[in-house]
């Protein structure tokens, strides 16, 4: 890869990073750190609270696969503010959440 397409490449992956910010905060959770790691087994987990961890191969697919990642992420968030609890349950309270999500 040139360092043309790397310099390229980088500066969509900013683009996509900021527009996940923007979601977090739409949502009510500007307090959230947002990271990047290679840590090639999920795409993101959440700790229910304070971070939310992106693997850097979700950056590289389909912008949509970013958006539903950092949704489904942001919807773990909306329940473990209202329940007080972290849970990795994705029944009925989960989907109200997901649909919540800005």
């Not at 390229?8 to 527009?19: M, P, V």
Request: proline share 1%; charged share 40%.
């Amino acid at each position: 890869m040139s360092k043309r397409e790397k310099r390229k490449k980088q500066r969509i992956r900013l683009q996509q990073l900021e527009k996940a910010r923007r979601k977090l905060i739409d949502n009510g959770f500007e307090h959230v750190t947002l990271q990047v790691t290679n840590s090639r087994e999920n795409y993101g987990t959440c700790d229910g609270h304070s971070t939310i961890t992106l693997d850097a191969l979700c950056l590289d697919d389909k912008p949509h696969e970013l958006d539903e990642t950092i949704d489904h992420e942001i919807a773990h968030l909306i329940e473990y503010k209202k329940n007080g609890r972290w849970t990795d349950n994705h029944g009925d309270e989960f989907e109200k959440a997901r649909r919540q999500v800005r």
